[in-house]
């Protein structure tokens, strides 16, 4: 029988360990196999915070880098510039780039480093017990908003990917989704645009991916996917958000 699908080589043997349901794996793997379909695996170095997305330095076949709670673009930082001929990328939640991380990732949009970051925005802290996160929706319960977030008190949703196109050192941005087979694929597009823009030494790039987690949002991960459509989509918009000239021409 002719073989028509295998693991990609930028994943090790290691079986994901996430929540049934959970998105990171779709969004690793498509991480994994732009590493190898570039062929870089045995040049990059990833960087991990803590959290779900902490468990990624398990499954890639790339070196790996553990870094503090929201620290992981600082240490991505010194990594590149200490070996800039590695490409360098950090993998974070929401929670880690938009909150404690978010001084990195504005100073580091602001002083374009020449490394890649993939957020992944769930609106909500997984791992840590489903808190409030800066993404969290308006009136969306989580374990430290009960009765849904109230904007008076607890401020607005924060649509971070917008944040940093406004910043002139960040070459490209895209918010992307992998709700379905056709933004899979969007995704994998934008994560493979934002390496090459590091490749190029064009600046920095983010590409942020609405994703879910169906263990605090208490949902199946079929209606997952849904909720995913009906209420994160028309919030976060969807798209390249930011793309230099130079980024348009790659």
Sequence with gaps: MKKVFSRT????????????????GTIMRLIAEVLEELDIIEN????????????????????????????????????????PHRTVFTYQGDGDIAAIGTQHA???????????????????????????APTTLTDMKTSTSP???DPVTMGFPMDFPKVIAGIPGAAYVASVSVDSPKNIQKTKNAIRKAFKV??????????????????????TPVDSLQ??????????????LKMTEEVAQL
Aim: proline share 4%; charged share 10%.
């Design 106 to 132: 504005i100073h580091v949009a602001a002083r374009g480093e020449k490394i890649t970051s993939i957020m992944v925005n769930n609106a909500i802290y997984g791992m840590t017990g489903g808190q409030m």
């Design 198 to 219: 590091q490749q190029a030494g064009l600046g920095f790039s983010l590409v942020s991916v609405l994703s879910t987690c169906p263990t605090n949002w208490g949902l």
């Design 147 to 149: 009765f849904g977030r």
């Design 9 to 24: 080589k930028g994943l090790t043997e290691v079986p994901f360990t996430f929540c049934p349901g959970c998105t990171h």
């Design 44 to 83: 990059t170095i990833g960087v991990s915070p803590v959290g779900c997305a902490g468990f990624s330095q398990d499954f890639f076949s790339c070196d790996f880098v553990g870094a503090a709670h929201g620290r992981a673009q600082a240490v991505g930082t010194g990594i590149k510039r200490a070996l």
């Design 227 to 240: 909720w995913l459509r009906d209420n994160m989509m028309p919030v976060y918009e969807l798209g390249e």
